[in-house]
């Protein structure tokens, strides 16, 4: 419900907006996306995957490889994106969902590693530090506006998705597996079956998301798949909250326009993020929506404290 | 590919192991006392190296009492940012650790970049070590002995003070049971303070050793936490002799990696990390965990 009223309010603005705002919110709905199917590990599986940016940037190679190689269209290459963003997390998770806790997270962090030197070093088939470059949708796509629709089209579709799944028995089976694997398994629930599916399922949408950025971005770089943009979706899903539906993307949204506005300023942009998360851990642990809800609170027992008096 | 070229790539790979070794026994110990996952480490090697050139104006002529006072800060600061920032934070899950430890990296690569500039720093070979040595003819900088008496002492000096002092007891015993310890009597605030302080001195002391040999940037602390992990994650968290053995592995691997395949060697190390994680996830040296019901 609110996710419908947020892509209606996002849709009706489109026009609205100019050519930087435009690319600006498209990128925010991609990050958004891409936190999205982080938090769906996170949160409701319990799982912390430090190789998202392995499945992004699967996607995001895909399309640019698919396009500029083979000639592809733009649009075909999304479901490609789609599926071998899925079947790279399914051999990924296959091999690291036997292992659990930190274990587990330092696997994926380094699959997504040896992906990125393979892509940083493997010249003739992904050209190497030098990316991918020129990519530029044709037809329609390449105009923001269509560009921005597609994207915010494909941003309700998949956290729709992710949204039918939570209520499901599906999310239900992964946060028993969270809470208590062991009890979960006892009653029947086969884990690593669930839990290697979700994690199929969010590499695929993050695959998506790749592509969707490589497509703004015009280009295609191993830094897509570098540890630092797995940190991104972590960042994004701590910044937001996790705990609530569209927390990740709240804070997804919440990062790149405090980047944009930071960057105006000065170049020293990490600084100030490092600063932002280091007093969101130590203050405001569950996010930007556990600030509203703290607001929330605190105006409403202000009113309940004030009633009496008045 | 004679024998003497073999040879000094074996003793290039030992050296840069050296390093590697003073970098990760620190994370390794960090986590495995405190369970703390430090994405900060690198940082601290990052800031040995700036700091080096801080203390001795990058003069060769300073760089022994440069160390000594890079590792005196590295106690300090590693010391302050236990107390101020990590110990809030031992309760929650790992998740926060990573995020706050990560947020230090970001700040402190820009500190960093403010006080030194983005470029490359590079500093002289301490007068000591400035002649290369030779052998079986063929030259190579006598400064790879310093670092690997360094990392040989540290290791040694490491193993008497876990296995031969009662501090080091404490440290051990902190992997294993913390509510006893305290039923003990032991003051694990204050231990715990200890051991980040002693893991960020040595990565502090790894970077500032690095330095004559490879020139500094603040980019260095993303690819040195990296390399951490892998060596930590190869050796076994927690464990010193897997730290050593993890750092020789790696050290090795890139040494004779780059004749065998040069636009793989990068590949390698995760490789193996994956490998290991997958037939051993406690790692080589590790302890597997106890069975949990």
Redesign the interface.
Known sequence: MRLGLLVLCLALLGPFLGEYGLKLLSEALILGLYAMAFNLL?HQAGL?S?GQAAFFGVGAYAMALLMARSGWSFLATLPLAFLLGGAAAFLVGF?SL??T???F???T???A??LY??A????AFTGGDNGITDLRPAGPWGESLPFYYLTLGLFGLLVGLLASLERSPFGYALRALRDNR?RAEAVGLDGFRHLLLAFALAGAISGVAGALQGALQRSVFPDYLF??RS?EA??ST?LGGSGVFLGPAVGAAAFLFLRVLVQAQTE?W??F??????LM??FF?RGLAGVWARLGRGISLGVERGAPRG | MDLSFLLLQLLTGLAYASTLFLLSVGLSLIFGAMGIVNFAHGSFYMLGAYLLFAFTRGQAEGFWAGLFLVLAAGLVVGALVERLLIRPIYPRPEEYQILLTYALLLILEDLVRLAFGAGYRSFPLPPLFSSPLFLLGAPFPSYYLFLLALAGLSALGLWAFLYRTRLGTWVRAATQDREMLEALGVNVPLLYTAIFALGIALAALGGAALVPLQAATPGMAVDAVINAFIVVVIGGLGSVWGALLGAVLIGLLQAFGILLLPEMAMVFPFALMALVLLLRPWGLLGRPPAVRT
């Open positions: 996170f912390l430090f091999l036997r292992l806790r930190i274990y997270t330092m696997l962090l380094a699959f590693q040896l030197a393979v940083h070093k493997w010249y062991a540890w630092t940190a972590i960042i701590i020293y990490p600084f993020l490092g600063l932002l998360l280091l851990v130590l642990p």
